[in-house]
């Protein structure tokens, strides 16, 4: 489903490269932990993956169903299928959480070639996947994320995960600003669309994600490389000895 | 001794002085109305047109813009006043209203609701006829407004407009549409309004600036007046074709405990000037000022207020928002003033702008002159550009470009739309809106 060949990307304003070569093949179904240290370049790959343009791809490729995604617009990498959740969900006052979520929904399904949802049907979709999330219709009601603590941020983000059922789901740092309740309400969103044709990455700094988003495959990011991968307890390993280990033997 | 150095009198001047001498015997109005145009005259004899070292006219240099003056326009019959209208937009569709009409500066009382708008309590009459009897109370302003060139100019030239009269404790039913038409031809326009309402009156006027062409010079001046415990609607869009300069000047005069609301829109024409002199006369006033700008290729689109708070316990709220795309120039300039006396006055004014392109300007400057020691007075001005962080983050929910800008724009304006308050004007309003961003390229 996703293949990323011999990545090499810099930020486009200053020349500094963050990713040096990064080989990563994920398949259907399957779900993919990225950790690391700060600075391994975790949040960039997932920016590059949406289409960010801050950043500028030197060297090799990223292949989604077999076809290059370097040269989509981020909007035609939605319509295909990607899905970025934000590390940080952006605030748009002026925008309203539902006029948002009914654009985006039939933009997609526009360039898909797909009919625009009624705003009835639309409205019902809406409903109960917000009531599994615990998002209450006032939420829905204000403007996009504003006045939004930080994990109705984030289940606002699964909500929009759920309602635009993407293939591919690239979570960022999904847990960061949660608390216990919170990482449970949204792990059980994530788990509920895990499917044979979905595939995920999870990006994390921590283990404890990962005992609520149980991944096939681990992978250690360090200075832009992927320098370890392993099962699940590869995490666990992780969380008891720290990165230091794969940061030396990277350096 | 010194000598004030004086430009040469332009083309436009001297048109505009031969027009005085042609048309002042057939002006409307008493004896007296025609000493007010005589001053008027004397004083733009002085001064000439506003030009950019006229501070109040710094950023909009009428004298450059105006390289010549088109005839004033005479009336049209009833059969050409129609054809005009029927060539404009109908901005507020099948909206229940009472419809005036003025075309070119005359208003039209065959093309005019006026049988439903007497059923409904109050009162319109050609401003010409009520010049001829009620005389010069009829040009009385505020001081603030009287010095202005554009003002000066609406006094001599003015040859018609309307008088609409609200009587005290009457609230209309519906809104009244004043809408103020110009021809295909270009010719110069000085239309005048005066809308009076009574004490305790309730009113919500739409006044709609259309048509015009290349060469159209039209100087239209609002004179509202709100008495004790009034109450206030106008909302003033301007949409008049890409070639027109456009001077409108509202002037607010209001009365203690009276609350009046004035929305303008500034889309269209090609060199736009809009300027409101909001005066307090009586106690425990409120004045709500929103302004919306939206200008593109060349256009040239000025906001300029003076609010006077010249009495104590009044508030005055100003939020102005301007978008500017490639190529056109806007311009917010706000002057809060609070007289020594006028203690406990609450003003507040905020003026935002949006820049779409490189080529995109905007001048932008607030004001406070307060004299009085126990007020609260704020202003607030800020420019920039869409966050490319905020449509990153739309286009990665699969959003396109150009829709997502253009939910960025109304997300940008939403305040001040939200501000408006009638669900009539917000419609009629949003559509204008959208209608310019799916303009966009």
Not at chain 1, 24 to 29: C, M, Q, R
Not at chain 2, 417 to 434: C, D, L, S, T
Request: with cysteine; glycine share 8%; charged share 25%.
């Amino acid at each position: 489903m996703l293949e990323i060949k011999n990545l090499h990307a810099r930020i486009a304003d200053d020349g500094t490269e963050i990713l040096r070569g990064i080989d990563l093949v994920v398949k259907p179904g399957e779900v993919h932990a990225i950790m690391g240290p700060n600075g391994s370049g975790k949040s960039t790959l997932s920016y590059i993956l949406a289409g960010k343009t801050d950043y500028e791809v030197t060297e090799g490729d990223i292949l989604y169903n077999g076809e290059s995604l370097l040269e989509l617009s981020p909007d035609e990498r939605a319509a295909a299928g990607l899905f970025l959740a934000f590390q940080y969900p952006i605030e748009i006052p002026g925008v309203a959480t539902m006029t948002f979520l009914k654009t985006a929904l039939n933009a997609q399904r526009k360039a898909r070639g797909e009919g625009e949802l009624s705003t009835p049907d639309f409205m019902k979709r809406v409903k109960d996947k917000a009531a599994k999330l615990q998002i209450t219709m006032d939420m829905l009601k204000r403007p996009l994320n504003v006045g939004f603590s930080g994990g109705e941020k984030k289940r606002s983000e699964i909500l929009q995960m759920a309602l635009l059922e993407p293939s591919l789901c690239v979570l960022d740092e999904t847990d960061s600003g949660l608390d216990i309740d919170a990482l449970k309400v949204v792990s059980d969103g994530v788990n509920a669309l895990r499917s044979p044709e979905r595939a995920f990455v999870v990006i994390t700094h921590y283990q404890r994600l990962l005992d609520h988003i149980v991944p096939d495959v681990v992978h250690v990011l360090s200075k832009g490389r992927i320098v370890k991968t392993g099962d699940k307890d590869l995490a666990l390993e992780l969380e008891k000895n720290g990165y230091a280990d794969f940061v030396d033997a990277a350096a | 001794m010194t000598i004030e150095p004086r430009a040469l009198e332009t083309r436009a001047e001297t048109e505009l002085t031969e027009a005085w001498y042609k048309e002042r015997d057939a002006l409307p109005g008493n004896e007296a109305v025609a000493g007010r145009r005589k001053a008027a005259f004397d004083a733009f004899r002085q001064t000439g047109l506003p030009h950019r070292r006229v501070e109040e006219w710094k950023y909009s240099d009428l004298r450059n813009r105006l390289k010549s003056i088109a005839p004033f326009a005479a009336r049209r019959d009833e059969a050409g006043a129609k054809s005009v209208l029927a060539g404009l937009d109908n901005v507020y569709g099948d909206v229940d209203r009472h419809r005036l009409v003025i075309v070119d500066g005359h208003f039209h009382a065959g093309l005019s609701d006026m049988a439903a708008l007497a059923a409904d309590g109050a009162l319109a009459r050609p401003l010409a006829e009520a010049l001829a009897e009620a005389g010069e109370a009829l040009m009385d302003l505020p001081a603030i407004a009287t010095k202005d060139a554009a003002v000066g100019l609406n006094a001599i030239f003015c040859a018609d407009g309307l008088e609409l009269v609200v009587p005290a404790g009457v609230t209309l039913s519906k809104p009244v549409e004043i809408v103020h038409a110009l021809g295909q031809d270009a010719a110069s326009t000085a239309g005048r309004v005066v809308i009076r309402a009574g004490e305790g009156a309730e009113a919500i006027v739409l006044e709609t600036f259309l048509g015009g062409t290349e060469g159209t010079f039209s100087n239209t001046l609002t004179d509202i007046r709100a008495a004790d415990g009034a109450k206030l609607t106008v909302a003033r869009l301007q949409a008049e074709a890409a070639g027109t300069t456009h001077v409108g000047t509202a002037v607010v005069t209001l009365g203690a405990k009276t609350a009046v609301k004035v929305i303008g829109a500034g889309i269209g024409s090609g060199f736009a000037r809009h300027q409101a002199f909001v005066a307090f006369t009586g106690e425990h006033a409120r004045a709500d000022l929103l302004g919306i700008t939206m200008v593109r290729k060349g256009q040239h689109v000025d906001q300029t207020l003076v609010i006077d708070h010249a009495v104590p316990n009044c508030d005055s709220r100003e939020l102005f928002k301007t978008v500017v795309d490639d190529g056109a120039k806007g311009i917010f300039q706000g002057k809060i003033i609070v007289r020594p006396h006028a203690q406990k006055t609450d003003g507040q004014m905020m003026t935002q702008s949006l820049l779409l392109s490189e080529d995109a300007e905007m001048a932008l400057k607030p004001e406070l002159e307060i004299f009085a020691d126990d007020v609260q007075c704020a202003h607030g001005a800020t420019s920039g550009e869409i966050d490319e962080d905020l449509l990153f983050y739309l286009r990665a929910r699969g959003i396109p470009e150009k829709e997502a800008r253009t939910l960025l724009v109304l997300a940008f304006l939403a305040e001040a739309v939200e501000e408006i308050g009638e669900e009539v004007i917000v419609e009629a309003f949003e559509a204008r809106i959208r209608a310019w961003l799916d303009q966009a390229a």
